[in-house]
């Protein structure tokens, strides 16, 4: 059974950083693109960025809103990839889900965690 | 960037009627499009990808059309459960934007 279990989020203050972690199981890691998507409360989804696998160099993608403040890692060996995410703002604030992206006729994200809450608030 | 937009933002429909939605790319995107579904308080679930293609498990009241900038999801009889916000994306090249997303309700 493919699982995704994201840990890390909570409470931090704008400025600060903080690490989120998809620990996933069930399916063959290192042959996945993994992406992070968030939601703020109330509001609807915003794709944050991907990775690619180690095949493509184990290259990142980032939306504009994140670019330069969040990175994307991956450890194969461990089936964990990581969100850092530095210089917080409360924008931030969101529901953050990990998806594994899967190809065969076009990409879609096929299995979600169930969400960790980042909360940026002074 | 392609920005994506649904329409409409929200709609209530009775029981059995058939709901359409719709996705817009401000460029082509081929068939990169998937869609999404999230009931409240929900993980958002995959129904649909490459356009039209029903992901495994997923009722076929579900269907998806479109390709270059114009895409549906349609659900040919509403039930219940399918109260949600349905959600497009695009999957071409990065970024992979959502849609604003659209909130079904029954009526």
């Known amino acids: 059974e493919v699982q995704l279990v994201e840990s890390g989020g909570g409470l931090e203050q704008p400025g600060r950083s903080l690490r989120l972690s998809c620990t996933t199981s069930g399916f063959t890691f290192g042959d996945y693109v993994m992406s992070w998507v968030r939601q703020a409360p109330g509001k609807g989804l915003e794709w944050v960025g991907f990775i690619r696998t180690k095949v493509y160099d184990g290259t990142t993608e980032y939306a504009a809103s994140v670019k330069g403040r969040f990175t994307i890692s991956r450890d194969d060996s461990k089936s964990i990839a990581y969100l850092q995410m530095n210089s917080l703002k409360t924008e931030d604030t969101a529901v953050y889900y990990c998806?594994?992206?899967?190809?065969?006729?076009?990409?879609?994200?096929?299995?979600w965690g169930q969400g960790t809450l980042v909360t940026v608030s002074s | 960037d392609i920005q994506m937009t649904q329409s409409p933002s929200s709609l209530s429909a009775s029981v059995g009627d058939r709901v359409t939605i719709t996705c817009r790319a401000s460029q082509g995107i081929n068939n990169y499009l998937a869609w999404y579904q999230q009931k409240p308080g929900k993980v958002p679930k995959l129904l649909i990808y490459a356009s039209s293609i029903l992901q495994s498990g997923v009722p076929s009241r579900f269907s998806g059309s479109g390709s270059g900038t114009d895409f549906t999801l349609t659900i040919s009889s509403l039930q219940p459960e399918d109260v949600a916000t349905y959600y497009c994306q695009k999957h071409n090249t990065a970024p992979w934007t959502f849609g604003q997303g659209t909130k079904v309700e029954i009526k």
């Open positions: 998806t594994r992206a899967s190809f065969s006729s076009s990409w879609r994200s096929d299995y």
